[in-house]
């Protein structure tokens, strides 16, 4: 697929040191690579999602920790793996200020599905 696993923190550092540029860049291929693994036609590419998120003062991003969840289950459940309503914790963890918490947990499910 030509999917890269990334170091969590190394992600979280250069969102930091960048004031959040890297974050941009972050939040388009977590959203690509998340529609990429679960084979699905995603409505709206990373970019797209981005924009979105910008226009509506981040009420889109939460729509999207929603929608990442459940594109990360679809693929968990294709792998064979079980999967839980990850959604659910992404949105709760954007709605609360913790964005970058979300980010780096679905990182870490990509780099997961990655890897086998």
């Known amino acids: 697929m030509g999917i890269q696993p990334r170091n969590i923190a190394v992600c979280i550092i250069l969102s930091l040191v960048t004031c959040g540029i890297y974050a941009i860049y972050w939040f388009i291929k977590l959203t690509d690579e998340a529609s990429a693994l679960a084979e699905v036609q995603a409505p709206t590419s990373g970019g797209v999602a ?60 990509i780099n997961q599905l990655i890897e086998q």
């Open 50 to 109: 981005f924009i979105l998120t910008v226009v509506t003062c981040g009420i889109y991003g939460w729509y999207w920790c929603y929608k990442q969840g459940e594109k990360l289950d679809a693929a968990k459940t294709a792998k064979g793996q079980p999967s839980s309503n990850s959604g659910i914790l992404y949105l709760i963890l954007q709605f609360v200020g913790l964005g970058v918490v979300a980010y780096a947990l679905m990182q870490n499910e």
